[in-house]
């Protein structure tokens, strides 16, 4: 059990890129942002333009923050499934370690730093997640 107290019925997968948080002003047109590929996140908010990347975009930002890996929630997960995030981020912050997370229609991703990557995977694997290895696509 995790320690929220859920069952964690899902695993995850660790995607091999490294990845980026690039801040932009939140005016930046879209089209300034560069090409990008593999796993990509862009939000806006009326403060800020964050995007998630690959770091090898080399997005011309405002501020990144380099180093982050990337934990594929194995989906689809149905909207009426609560605590799954909770699970997530209670596992990885009981160690005092940050995290980072994307939601899409189907799935979260769970950023975590490189460097802690290792204590992170073990605090999850402790709380019964199942860690799939990397590969370089998720289906």
Do not use: H
């Not at 660790?14 to 090409?35: K, N, Q």
């Amino acid at each position: 059990m995790n320690p929220i107290g859920l069952s964690p019925a899902v695993s995850l997968t660790l995607l091999p890129d490294y990845l980026s948080v690039y801040r932009f002003d939140p005016f930046t047109p879209l089209g300034d942002i560069g090409e990008l590929s593999g796993v990509w996140s862009i939000t806006r908010t009326p403060k800020e333009l964050s995007v998630v990347a690959e770091e090898s975009a080399c997005l011309k930002a405002d501020n990144v923050d380099p180093g982050w890996r990337c934990l594929y929630v194995d989906g689809p997960i149905p909207f009426d499934v609560a605590g799954v995030v909770a699970g997530l981020t209670t596992a990885v912050a009981q160690q005092g370690l940050p995290v980072f997370v994307l939601s899409t229609f189907d799935s979260d991703l769970l950023l975590l730093r490189g460097e802690s990557l290792d204590e992170a995977l073990e605090a999850l694997r402790n709380s019964g997640y199942l860690i799939q290895p990397p590969r370089s696509e998720v289906r």
